[in-house]
């Protein structure tokens, strides 16, 4: 019998963890891997990588899928982005973090993120809720009454101008865009209630699945992204407040995104 109690438990204290070990590896980055224009990897994505690995191992065994030294699916594993928003974290800015998901038997049990400059932890164990420090979350309602407010990330595996049409529909629809440059941090800020929706046309699952599980707990939409190997594969990524559901699916690029 599984223990997510313990697992969720232990992936609090790791993400803490981690985050000390990225902020202390901070000064002095050393080289920094260029995987693409917009996909860095700093010798603090690996360190904490091995560091999750190695902690998860010793005390469950489990096994782990990570941005930076991949991993194979299984019944139960632990989906990794030991720095998600790298390119905040080398520009010295605050929007970034680290995200814990297990998975098992395809199901997001438990969501964890860690924004160490921010001093913000994010807590979703599936069926029982969504926290920032302890304290219950609920996605917007657009309650703010003004304008609803959408992150949009934008990857280089997706044409550009599909990201380009997407933004010009949505100021067209009067939704307001954002690119903060975390992925996991823009979903967990839609949990939090502070946006109204997180939209990408392709996002790796280490970026998306603990901030999935938060968006969801905290009683907002999402695709269902690990459908069609999603997994392994990533996925176009939609989550909003429920109210804004239908908005964003009848905007041509998301069109068809269940
Ligand atoms: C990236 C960030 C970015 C998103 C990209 C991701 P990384 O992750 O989450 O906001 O738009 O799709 O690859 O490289 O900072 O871990």
Redesign the pocket.
């Known amino acids: 019998m599984t223990d997510f109690d313990d697992r969720l438990r232990f992936a609090i204290d790791l993400a803490t963890e981690a985050g000390a070990l990225a902020r202390s590896m901070r000064q002095g980055l050393g080289a920094v891997e260029t995987k693409s224009s ?3 990897c700093t010798a603090a ?1 690996l360190a904490v990588e091995a560091l999750v690995r190695r902690r998860l191992d010793e005390a469950f065994g489990d096994p782990v899928i990570g ?1 930076e030294a991949g991993g194979d699916p299984a019944e139960l594993v632990w989906v990794v ?1 030991p ?7 080398i520009h010295g800015t605050a929007n ?1 973090c680290i995200s814990l998901a297990l998975v098992h038997r395809g199901t997001v049990e438990i969501g964890v993120i860690y924004a160490p400059d921010l001093d913000q932890l994010f807590v979703a164990r599936r069926g029982q809720g969504a926290t920032l420090n302890g304290r219950p979350l609920r996605t917007s309602g657009l309650r703010h009454g003004g304008g609803a407010v959408v992150e949009v ?3 280089a ?1 997706r044409p550009l101008a599909l990201s380009l049409d997407l933004i010009t529909q949505m100021i067209a629809d009067d939704i307001e865009f954002r690119r ?5 941090m ?1 979903l967990a800020n839609v949990a939090a209630g502070i946006s109204d929706g997180y939209v ?1 046309l ?3 699952a ?2 998306a699945l603990a901030g999935l599980l938060l968006v969801r707990e905290a009683g907002g939409w999402t695709n269902d992204f690990l459908a069609g190997d999603g997994l392994r594969l990533g996925n176009v990524v939609v989550a909003c407040t429920a109210e804004l559901t239908g908005r964003l699916q009848a905007l041509g690029p998301l069109r068809g995104v269940a």
């Open positions: 917009i996909d860095f994505d941005e982005d720095i998600d928003g790298t390119t905040n974290y970034w990330g934008w990857s595996r903060c440059g975390s992925g996991a823009g990408e392709h996002i790796n280490w970026d």
